[in-house]
């Protein structure tokens, strides 16, 4: 079973930027398509954005412009690249495969947005 580790979360105020990491124990993760999903505080997980194999990306309108997601195969690692954080970015931010498969979710990494 694949685990995944994500890290980077933390406590920011608006405007500011955190950079989230998620290690993933794939063998194969280079053809992958990895997504990062968030859950804020009763509501639904919501995917943020995906990276395919050939490095293409996709992002949800509401951090457009403002998220990047980016991966390191060799490290078998997604990262996600935030900035301009604003109040309701605040959640629980997960990654995983962004495809109809989904391993098991790891613990996930809190953002919080506060001033």
């Known amino acids: 079973q694949v685990q995944l580790v994500e890290s980077g979360g933390g406590l920011v105020q608006p405007g500011g930027s955190l950079r989230l990491s998620c290690a993933a124990s794939d063998t194969v993760f280079s053809i992958r398509v990895m997504g990062w999903y968030r859950q804020a505080p009763g509501k639904q997980r919501e995917v943020v954005a995906f990276i395919n194999s050939d490095g293409n990306t996709y992002y949800q309108d509401r951090v457009k412009g403002r998220y990047t997601i980016s991966r390191d195969n060799p490290e078998k690692t997604v990262y996600l690249q935030m900035n301009s954080l604003n109040l309701e970015d605040t959640a629980v931010y997960y990654c995983?495969?962004?495809?109809?498969?989904?391993?098991?979710w790891g613990q996930g990494t809190q953002v919080t947005v506060s001033s």
């Open positions: 995983n495969r962004a495809d109809s498969v989904k391993w098991s």
